[in-house]
């Protein structure tokens, strides 16, 4: 071992060491310090740190194979010509002390460094996120102090359209609002509020609407010393309220000293309309536009459409109403709430109107995204508008989200990644983005990323029921049933939220606990004024059907999955619906044993869905599963290498218990697929 560590001397390979160190911890700094200021992907940043720290052995390696000589670079013992003894000896001396001045002069240039980092570097960053910072604010809820509660639907809106006029400046750091409702009007403690939203100015203000008079009282207020910069008062009539919202955003720009571009400006500055009826039906289609993207129910979204549809009568030149009634559209097309070529057109028709009337408008960019992308499946167009409607609307976190759903779709998961993490930057507390993106970090079986995520959701809201299911649901994945199973006993068992009834339903069923399944799915009431139509009754009795199956009692099987097939038929109203509902179509012929019309229906949703990477990984895996229920084994085990891969595919935790699998487990293949990782 002497001679070992003598011989290592002897080849300088710890000097080398110590050079690649300081060389690389240098290199490091500039990586992380330097090429965020160009907008370098922290994908790219962390690949460079990669194969920094991968050279260090490649380093030592070569340190001590090769030598530098007088004859060139050569393996070391190694000389290409002879050479007198003094000769030889001169070399390494020059070499060693070569060495030394360089290790020296490493040393001194990472000090100077650390210095220079210290003195003038850091000073210069906080400085310049301290620029930031004093120009981030968040608006927080309106206080309602009118004596009809009912109003509360005008001091939202007035609340919500301030924060989208601050939200055109691009000069602010402007929080979502989906961050900031679940803040009271007027929380005790505005520096853990701000703390919690990143921001370092925060708006409060209150509304009261009395007849056709309007109050309306604002303040800005920096959070960390509770100072008031700037307050004031507005009264004014129903038919004058309009620019008030204006005011206010060009007042709170100059309070923070933010600059505003004349084409912001000028997009500050508009009134939506000038028709106070009209306002006043927009303002309440906002808020049920709101319930209804956030507990997705078909009441809410009939009230949104009617209340927009009531504003564009009033006021046919009011381009905001017309793209609000486009988005909340597209947006029940998307979700089967009435997935009509009639309600299309109308989406593609109030787009229309809302570009005609006012061509720059972002939202106007927005609306014609929504349409292409949730009604027509236009990933490219949709994803082209987005960009354009971002342009227009810089702090907008839909924009951003709606174009990281897109890529996915497209098969760009660390793009799609990238962009969530920045709209949860604007939207910090946005459940629903935070769940977009552990989504992704699931799909890209990234599953402590995923699980940090959804801590972030509940910490924003600890007690929601969808984010504690959704993480039980990254736990099975990740094949941890025991914590999924923890996390799902503190949820009631409840019918009115879809889902947790199905991840309670699916983690019964992957325990094989079938009578429990069949219980809870016997216990289900649909709401809906049409079962039919109900995807959650729908899916309840497809596994049913397969539930009588496993538990041995095909014939009962058949009586459920005929229902299941009804629902189906009623659902699917246009030929765009075979993409969407291929799939189930498929599962529910092998419930009633027709093999033929499964793997058709199957193939076919593949095919559909072949230009949807989020899409068509589902499908695939369920082609698979059929196939494996028909007995081509060969092809389902054909498939298994690719969806164990792809992202959005097959977990392994899921192939190991899940049911659906069974006719895979009695070949010899099947342990090698299930055990290796």
């Known amino acids: 071992m002497q001679s070992f560590f ?45 194969l920094i720290v991968a050279g260090f052995p490649v380093a ?72 930031v910072a004093d120009k981030s604010i968040a608006v927080l809820p309106f206080e309602n102090l009118s004596d009809d509660k009912a109003n509360a639907y005008f001091a939202e809106g007035i609340q ?25 009007a007027r929380p005790g403690n505005l520096a853990d509020v701000a703390r919690q939203l990143g921001v370092a100015h925060v708006l409060e203000g209150s509304v009261q609407k009395i007849g056709d008079a309007v109050h ?144 720059e408008m972002g939202e106007a960019y927005l609306a014609q995204g929504y349409y292409r992308y949730w009604g027509l499946l236009d990933f490219n167009g949709g994803l082209a508008l987005f960009n354009q409607a971002l342009q227009r609307l810089p702090n907008n976190a839909d924009a951003l989200a709606a174009i990281a759903y897109i890529e996915r779709r497209q098969g760009k998961w660390q ?57 039980a649901g990254v736990l099975q994945d990740a094949g941890d049933f025991d914590g999924a199973s923890a996390l ?10 879809p889902g947790v009834f199905q991840a309670k339903l699916q983690h019964l069923i992957r325990g094989r606990q079938y009578d429990q399944a069949i219980a809870m799915i016997k216990g289900y009431k649909s709401k809906a004024a049409d079962p039919l139509q109900d995807p959650v009754q729908m899916s309840n009795n497809f596994f049913l059907g397969f539930l009588m199956i496993w538990t041995g009692k095909p014939q009962e099987a058949q009586a459920p999955c005929k229902l299941a097939l009804e629902s189906l038929n009623e659902m699917r109203t246009t030929e765009a619906d075979d993409a969407k509902l291929g799939s189930p179509y498929a599962a529910t012929y092998v419930c009633l044993g027709d093999k033929a019309m ?24 369920l082609l698979a599963i059929i196939q494996a229920w028909t007995g081509d084994l060969d092809a389902a085990f054909a498939a298994l290498p690719r969806l164990l891969q792809e992202p959005g595919g097959l977990n392994r935790s899921e192939l190991q218990v899940s049911p659906f699998w069974d006719p895979l487990r009695k070949d010899p293949r099947f342990a090698a697929f299930a055990a290796s990782k």
């Open 216 to 359: 309306i009282n604002v303040q800005l207020i920096r959070a960390a010393t509770d100072d008031h910069l700037w307050a004031e008062t507005y009264d004014r009539k129903l038919d004058n309220v309009f620019g008030v919202e204006a005011e206010v955003a060009q007042a709170i720009a100059q309070a923070l000293q933010a600059h505003i571009t004349g084409g912001e400006a000028q997009t500050v500055a508009a009134k939506p309309t000038e028709n106070a009826a009209a306002y006043n039906a927009y303002l309440r289609g906002l808020g049920a536009e709101r319930q209804a993207m956030n507990g997705a129910t078909s009441q809410s979204l009939a009230q949104s459409i009617a209340a927009y549809s009531e504003a564009v009568q009033l006021d046919p030149t009011f381009a905001l109403a017309w793209a609000r009634l486009s988005i909340i559209k597209s947006y029940g097309y998307f979700n089967l709430f009435n997935r009509t070529p009639k309600l299309l057109d109308e989406a593609r028709e109030a787009a229309d109107t809302a570009s005609r009337l006012n061509p």
């Open 488 to 497: 799902l006993a503190k949820l009631p068992d409840v019918n009115d939220n």
């Open 60 to 131: 030592l390696v070569l340190s001590w194979l090769f030598d530098i000589t007088p004859q060139g670079i050569v393996r070391t013992g190694e000389q290409t010509s002879p050479v007198t003894p003094d000769a030889a000896a001169a070399p390494p001396a020059r070499r060693e002390r070569l060495l030394n001045y360089v290790l020296g002069g490493m040393l001194l240039l990472a000090g100077a460094y650390m210095v220079a980092e210290r003195v003038w570097l850091r000073p210069a960053v906080t400085a310049a996120s301290k620029s």
């Open 415 to 471: 793009e799609s990644t990238d962009h969530l993490e920045q709209a949860t930057r604007i939207d910090p507390l946005n459940v629903g983005m935070l769940m977009g993106l552990a989504s992704n970090y699931d799909s890209l079986r990234q599953f402590p990323q995923a699980l940090a995520v959804y801590d972030r959701a509940l910490v924003a809201a600890p007690d929601n029921a969808n984010v504690i299911a959704a993480k």
């Open 6 to 50: 003598a011989e290592l001397q002897r080849r300088h390979v710890y000097k080398v060491g110590a050079m690649y160190a300081v060389a690389g911890w240098l290199l490091v700094q500039v990586v992380t310090q330097v090429l965020p200021v160009f907008d370098v992907s922290p994908l790219a940043q962390r690949i460079i740190v990669l």
């Open 160 to 184: 919500d359209e301030i924060l989208t006029r601050l939200s055109r400046i691009g000069a602010l750091r402007v929080i979502s609002r989906g961050s900031t409702l679940q803040f009271a």
């Open 598 to 621: 499964a793997l058709h229906a199957a193939t076919r949703a593949v095919e559909l869905n072949a230009n949807d990477a989020l899409e068509r990984a589902n499908s695939e895996s």
